[in-house]
């Protein structure tokens, strides 16, 4: 259902025809209604009670003549209903109408969520209204960073000389003092046998689909039982990451995407590192490191401990 244009609205589109000066459209409203439906009008002047808004992610023109407006409801934002929406051009409330009652988790939720909302508006002339947003606002949903490295990945240029290093290592028998199998199959690490007392095998989880962890003042908080596949996006500093509800004998993993280049990612502390001095990212942008946890209690003392590599080779199961 269209959204209804407010009278706000009607004058600045009829401003922006009259003075062939396109329409401009920035952001997306959503609220909770106040706590029960409500039905705007085009007197209405804002919404009922707010909880987000956010920059526009796009702005489109539909086959049925519609302009398509498209927000990105972050994970980071939630434990509320949405009930209402609205779309802005700077302060002025273009168009807003009820919306089909939906739950936004939180972000500490085990069912967290982003969504991407679509608002149709009807103009007399969508030839007015201007159809370009602000890149540099826009948010990478879970998508959309996977499709980018699913392409990046599948690019024979793609790291070409990381491959071929990798490839190389794995056919190498005396690599790591043990044979490497080149397909899937279940792994031990050199490390977790030199910790353990008894055999630890665990396959490296394959078939999940990865989600999006976001970054919010520079922390990032990934939930294991809920993520066990996760992407980071680096577009900015992360000062401290918190990693919980991890299993002993699971594994989880982690791809770190560099975005514009040099940002910082600190890992917990508390993490084992085959060489014992942590982990510091690719600075290059577009750059790609994997990080792979194994989970295991230490016989020693009964406590569970994570074991964290970024390599690729493991030594084969006996």
Not at 196 to 208: D, I
């Amino acid at each position: 259902m269209s959204l209804i244009l407010t009278k706000a609205g009607l004058n600045a589109y009829a401003q922006s025809e009259a003075t062939g000066t396109k329409l401009q459209a920035t952001h997306m409203a959503v609220g909770d209604g106040g706590g029960a439906p409500v039905a705007h009008t085009d007197t209405s002047e804002a919404l009922v009670n707010e909880t987000w808004r956010g920059e526009l992610q796009s702005i489109e023109v539909a086959a049925s003549g519609e302009v398509e407006f498209t927000g990105h409801v972050p994970i980071t934002v939630g434990g509320w209903y949405i009930r209402e929406i609205a779309i802005y051009g700077g302060e002025t409330l273009l168009a807003l109408s009820s919306h089909p009652e939906t739950w936004k988790p939180a972000p500490e939720a085990p069912d967290k969520v982003e969504l991407l909302i679509t608002a149709p508006v009807k103009f007399a002339n969508a030839a007015v209204i201007n159809l370009t947003v602000d890149t540099t606002k826009v948010l990478a949903s879970q998508e959309h960073v996977a499709g980018r490295i699913a392409e990046h990945d599948e690019s024979a240029e793609a790291h070409s000389g990381i491959q071929n290093g990798l490839s190389d290592h794995i056919k190498n028998k005396d690599a790591h003092g043990g044979p490497h199998a080149a397909k899937d199959h279940t792994h031990k690490t050199e490390e977790v046998t030199d910790l353990l007392s008894e055999s630890h095998t665990y396959s490296a989880p394959q078939g999940y689909e990865q989600a999006l962890l976001e970054i919010e003042d520079g922390t990032v908080a990934w939930d294991c039982s809920v993520v066990p596949s996760a992407i980071l996006y680096l577009d900015d500093d992360v000062t401290e990451m918190v990693i919980g509800r991890y299993r002993p004998g699971d594994a989880y993993d982690l791809t770190i995407v560099q975005g514009p280049g040099g940002k910082a990612c600190t890992m917990p502390s508390a993490l084992l590192w085959p060489d014992g001095e942590g982990y510091e990212p690719e600075t290059d942008a577009g750059t790609i490191d994997r990080i792979y946890l194994a989970p295991f209690t230490d016989p020693k003392d009964g406590k569970v401990k994570v074991l964290a590599t970024a390599e690729y080779s493991y030594k084969e199961a006996e």
